[in-house]
């Protein structure tokens, strides 16, 4: 059984009826992705860092709006000549195998600029498609009017990321794709770019099968 095959079978049976197939996580979702994924970081906190943001559109978005679903999140600043193009582009290949499942409809993406003075509306709006972002259920949010312009870098520390300005309008930062279950559980983390995106993909469908999450 090949993966994509194995991963349309697997949105459309319930988690705790799956074989337990390789990569797939099964019922104790942290511990076997953990067996699976080396680049997987369990975090089961009761809630992520809350944040009150705005689209390109500078319309108001919280995490809080997306309770009753599943959140990808992840940090980036556009004119990254680094490790940020790599990130957008590995997003857009797990977005992609979940919008091909159900599962599209139970996950929003999104991603938040840490240099929002450049990062304008204009830039914002290219940036996903330069990438192949679907905007179904992807977003690019940056500051609100009249917050600080290192608001967003504060946020991402409050998810344990630093992005240090550099000369030359660049930043020295990590690589983590923030997983948040319903409700606004912390659930996991994925570090760097070398995670299999599929493992992604899986975890995020246990989290969207499972009976025990609102």
Known sequence: MNRRTLLAAMVL????????Y?????????????????YFQAIDAPAAPGFDLADDEGNPVRLSDFADKVVVLNFVFASCTDVCPLHSDLIARVQAMVNETPMKDLVQFLTVTTDPRSD?????????EAHGLDPRNWTFLTTREGQAEDAT???????????DP???????HG????????????AAKFHGLRFDPLNLVMYVNGLTNSVNRP
């Open 120 to 128: 304008t509306p204009e830039i914002m709006k290219v940036y996903g």
């Open 166 to 172: 550099l000369e030359g309008g660049q930043q020295m």
């Open 153 to 163: 870098r504060k946020l991402s520390e409050q998810y344990n990321v630093r992005f």
């Open 13 to 20: 049976t319930p988690v705790l009826a799956l074989p337990a």
């Open 22 to 38: 390789a990569h797939h996580p099964g019922a104790d979702l942290d511990r076997l992705m953990g067996s699976e994924e080396k």
């Open 175 to 186: 690589v983590v794709t923030h997983v948040i279950d319903r409700g606004g559980r912390f």
